[in-house]
């Protein structure tokens, strides 16, 4: 037996591999909260079939005492539940690593390893010993590969007891009594027949102690209700479907009026991602806080109306949520392929808003300022997640508030200073800042206008004259730019002697920075910058000309983000190289340490000094 290091806690990665439809959700959502109760860093990836119940499904969970959170190809240890993915489970892991699978049936020599450690524990066998009926047998079967994983990684007992009680108390007793008999079953059996712990291991920490876990949709869902949102309209589709989930969940808990208990928030699902984007558009017109969360489809569906809103001014925001394209893609895998596709998004001279979160805490955070932005600049604002984030549970900061926020509504005439004024014109610049005064329908008869998302003048008067559409569709533009000062700025980390830099963008962070202490610890040293906002700020053009080579790091094809850098800056494009994976699952810092290297060693001369 070769290969495993022992004797690591806290420092493993291993998976579970099911069969989509069996509960099996259940039970690895218990074993990633548990291993948090216990104080230590845990992330965690659902690799998931979009299609029908049956097929096979995997849960990767990395334990990382550091904090490190990115996806690891590397497995310690296999839950093996589903015979049609054995020859594939055992494959990937690493040698001398342990498959832990249900004995109740034997395992074919001919997929053995002679590097593997064969763990089997008869879960079925036992399961139909103590349970009664199929259902009830195949789910308590999933419950009982969390006890054997208790006892063979040392996994808090009394964590698990308490998360079955949080989940059904004295009204669900009986299933609770089912689920902790059926995880005693799979520890007893573990702990009588093999060594346990394993030399891979949990012990507790005190790092979680300050932080959540939580998954970006359900972040960003909280963020648009401390933003004062009221208005959500979509269509459902992977994955972005649970954000409006999540914020109907917690309107019917935050927006109902007292005394009445009348619902204080309107959530519609539309017939399709179009009529979804002009009920959102129109909500926004009439002075809501208006949101759709949708996907990249739902977006290319969108860009008529997102057009209307860009040139008829009409603040809106945007979740999307990415994943695999082009067309239906696969839904249920990751990506970051709607980076050109919003930042231009609909026909004709467009240039939107956009925000890049890196995990749930910034989903939370930017979707707060997604709204500010929007009505500040009375344009559509994206919020360009993906399905990792999105989906996926993240230990982050707790989240804080501050009460005493105030949404920055805009430049908006009440009925007061209507009462003041002559004429109002919609489109005008007064202040000469390019972003002209809006009004509230049914405020007062002064505050009256044409909506217009065919060619009009300052004064909201129909044209064609080129000299008139040229002032509005400019002053629009001159707009947008001037938000480069308002997103969120970049973030950037510089090391003394470094000569190239790494840039990136959302969930590609956490594998980028694991990637640079690593590359730290070999003597090679890297400047870093996450670009969190669009358009640019112009930190960004001066990180680029600061380095003699900057690797863009992306998760699509067609360097995307790197595009974005080389037409929205002065820069050269000589000193942008590309390191892209875009296969569907998530970054890790593996990938981007052999991507890097392989960078400098086709631009050698370039990166001249890099660990020097």
Partial sequence: MSGMKSGRVNDFAFKIATVNGTGSASANGLIMQSIFRMGVPVSGKNVFPSNIQGLPTWYEIRVNGAGHVARTPEFDLIVAMNPETYARDIEELVPGGWLLYDSSWPMADTLKREDVHFVGVPLAEMCVKNFEGGRTRILMKNIGYTGALAALLDLDMEAIRELLEETFGERKRHLLDANFKAIRLG????AE??????????????ATRDSILIDGNTAAALGCVYAGATVAAWYPITPSTSLVDAF??????????EGTGRSRAAILQAEDELAAAG??????WAGARAFTSTSGAGISLM????????????PCVFFDVERVGPSTGMPTRTQQGDILLCAYASHGDTKHICLYPNDPAECFEFGVQA????ERFQTPVFVLSDLDIGMNDWVVPRFRWDDEYRPDRGKVLDAEALEEIDTFYRYLDVDGDGIPYRTIPGEHPKGAYFTRGSGHTKYGKYTEDEEEY???IDRIAAKIESAADAVPAPEVRSRPGARCGLITVGGCDGAVREAIEEFEEEGLRFDYMRIRGFPFAPEVTRFIETHDLNIVIEQNRDAQLKSLLTLETSVSK???????????LPLSARHVREGVRDRLGLAAESAEGVGA
């Fill in 470 to 472: 040229l002032e509005v």
């Fill in 574 to 584: 000589d000193r942008l190289a590309s390191l892209r994976r875009y296969g569907g």
């Fill in 371 to 374: 709204f500010d932005l929007a």
């Fill in 193 to 206: 027949h093999f060594e346990c712990p394993l030399p891979i291991r949990l012990e507790r920490m005190d």
């Fill in 303 to 314: 860009t008529e109306f997102i057009g209307l809103a860009y040139y008829a001014e009409v």
């Fill in 187 to 190: 520890y007893d059996h573990a």
């Fill in 248 to 257: 109907t969940a917690y309107c019917r808990r935050l927006r109902v009026e």
């Fill in 279 to 284: 009920i959102t558009i129109g909500a926004g």
